[in-house]
């Protein structure tokens, strides 16, 4: 895999982060180009991206891309990666599919559940089964392929906090891993140039398992910090809201356990590392003060979903998922 060009898709907060600190870092070395629009698209075009830290423990850093909000602009990629969320990718299918060529990887930066998850899974008798949820009419598996997805779980804190520029929580890192396990050319090839882009990247040959993982979290937090417009923090402050976090981190694992998930720690150790969360506003309750559209189906949706498929009640999430989605009606009403 030859990575000269790459394509941010989705310049909002992390996507933003991701393509300030390639184009800062190897400036020279490949083309960077963004896909965004509105406000930011225009700070983008007249300032260029910058990346500020909320400890001060890293100096800033700020870049210029080539942006646009026409992707069919732009030449094919080598690279293509997804900063959008995953309700939101398959009205940019046809925008994603112009940027191939015959070799071009797309690494998909997601929360929850993917719409590729079932393609060359081992370990659950799905393979190939489709997720009509997260991707209607199948045109991301039509336009894009799963066969050419990376998969990436993101531990990255991140907000946009004016157009063009993003506030970063710390330094985080990043799971990178193919659908069927392999650690092939082409993601120890990309591991590698993120890597020289001083980005934290880890290769698994287990990605489902790091994709559980973080969804235990966030299936947990992002929906009751949007119902509450609470911070972390004083989420796990509150005896019974906390206890609901704690029932959603079991059901998650429960769902995840079913489809050959394997947790490297239990529901009940991540629940007690949660009281060390500071006023984390999440990015569900960030969605939905600027009236966004919820990320609710890719989160607890797809948890209750597969939880019916595997035969695992999800009572806590369903009723979450109830509330949010009625949530998500009103605040764009």
């Not at 602009?73 to 398959?90: A, E, F, R, Y």
């Not at 998922?321 to 009625?326: G, K, P, W």
């Amino acid at each position: 895999m030859s990575i000269k060009t790459i394509c941010i898709y989705g310049a909002g907060a992390l996507g933003g982060a991701f393509a300030a600190q390639i184009a800062h870092t190897l400036r020279g070395k490949v083309t960077v180009s963004v896909i965004a629009r509105g406000a930011q698209l225009e700070a983008i075009r007249d300032q260029g991206l910058s990346v500020v830290y909320d400890d001060g423990e890293f100096p800033p850093i700020s870049a210029q891309v080539i942006a646009t909000d026409d992707p069919a602009s732009l030449p094919p990629q080598d690279l293509v990666i997804t900063g959008l969320k995953g309700h939101q990718l398959s009205a940019a299918a046809d925008g994603i599919a112009s940027l191939l060529h015959p070799h071009t990887r797309v690494m998909m930066i997601l929360n929850g559940i993917p719409w590729w998850y079932f393609h060359r899974d081992q370990d659950t008798g799905f393979a190939e089964r489709q997720l009509p949820h997260l991707d209607p009419g199948g045109r991301l598996w039509t336009l894009i392929g799963p066969e050419r997805v990376i998969g990436c779980v993101a531990y990255q804190g991140a907000e946009v906090i004016k157009p063009g520029c993003t506030k970063l929580n710390g330094q985080g890192h990043f799971f990178l891993g193919e659908p069927n396990g392999e650690l092939s050319a082409d993601l120890q090839a990309l591991a590698a140039l993120l890597g020289e882009a001083g980005l934290d990247i880890r290769p698994t040959q287990r990605i489902r398992d790091e994709i559980w993982a973080k969804l235990r979290g966030n299936a947990a937090f992002n929906p009751i910090s949007a119902l509450t417009r609470a911070l972390m923090v004083d989420l796990m402050a509150n005896p019974g809201l906390a206890q609901m976090v704690r029932k959603i981190m079991n059901e998650v694992q429960a769902v995840g356990t079913a489809l050959g998930c394997r947790f490297q720690r239990s529901a009940d150790e991540q629940f007690a590392s949660a009281n060390g969360f500071g006023p984390v506003k999440t990015s569900m309750l960030q969605d939905l003060t600027a009236g966004k559209a919820l990320e609710i189906t890719p989160l607890n949706g797809m948890v209750v979903e597969l939880g019916k498929l595997v035969d695992v009640p999800t009572p806590v999430c369903e009723t979450v998922l109830a509330l949010a989605q009625q949530l998500d009606t009103e605040n764009r009403r």
